[in-house]
């Protein structure tokens, strides 16, 4: 069984540009989160997708957003990049019966400059 | 405020001796815990959970965790630690109200030398 996949592995963008990272999640569930690991700051949570409806979000400003597709991958975007969003962005996704059950992707490295 | 702490940064041990790495938590209810393990330049691996239950919780790769209520407590442990064991520790609870959100400690790194 395929695990959850991100891309692309790393993005390198300029200060004031939009990023875009991508997750889909493993067969069969329907919900996805995303997580900044960013350095000195550790893990904190973005966002929660499930059906396509955004469920929750965590203390982010409005410039984090994104959506999930009918076939339940999803996509982060981050606009006006600023230089502390450079982070590893995390995915991972869950049976919506079993939410507290998280299954994470490799991530994608986000480098802003 | 609902929170998890990992109050090592670093844990050394040799290969072959038995390794603890330590999380406590602060929670109202009963929470959801989780140990996740990190190899550099890689997400995070599951290797186990506390639902309900019997307090030890039996997980991957050899590793085990002790529920301990009255202390708030869920320690990670191994009997005898390898080299390969040599990761990033994160512990993660899944707190009453927060609707799925992981609230992760800031992590232990865990290095066993030979």
């Known amino acids: 069984e395929a695990g959850v996949t991100q891309s692309p592995t790393h993005l390198i963008k300029t200060r004031g540009q939009q990023a875009t990272l991508r997750c889909s999640p493993i067969s069969g569930h329907t919900s996805v989160y995303w997580y900044q690991q960013a350095l000195g700051l550790g893990l904190q949570f973005l966002l929660w997708y499930d059906e396509g409806e955004e469920r929750n979000r965590g203390n982010f400003p409005p410039r984090f957003s994104g959506r999930q597709f009918p076939n339940y991958s999803s996509e982060l975007n981050v606009n006006a990049l600023e230089l502390e969003d450079s982070a590893l962005y995390l995915c991972?996704?869950?049976?919506?019966?079993?939410?507290?059950?998280?299954?994470f992707g490799p991530g994608t490295r986000l480098t802003v400059t | 405020a609902q929170s998890v702490a990992q109050p090592e940064d670093q844990v050394n041990v040799a290969e072959g001796n038995p390794l603890t790495v330590k999380c406590t938590y602060s929670v109202s209810g009963n929470p959801y815990l989780f140990w996740y393990v990190q190899y550099p330049n890689r997400g995070l691996q599951f290797l186990l959970k506390?639902?309900?239950?019997?307090?030890l919780v039996k997980g991957s790769y050899g590793f085990e965790a002790e529920f301990n209520k009255s202390q708030t407590s869920f320690h990670l442990k191994k009997p005898s630690a390898l080299v390969s064991d040599s990761a990033l520790y994160f512990c993660a609870a899944l707190l009453s109200g927060t609707a799925s959100k992981l609230t992760f400690g800031t992590g232990t790194r865990l290095q066993v030398t030979l």
């Open positions: 991972a996704s869950s049976s919506w019966t079993r939410t507290y059950e998280q299954y």
């Open positions: 506390y639902i309900t239950g019997d307090n």
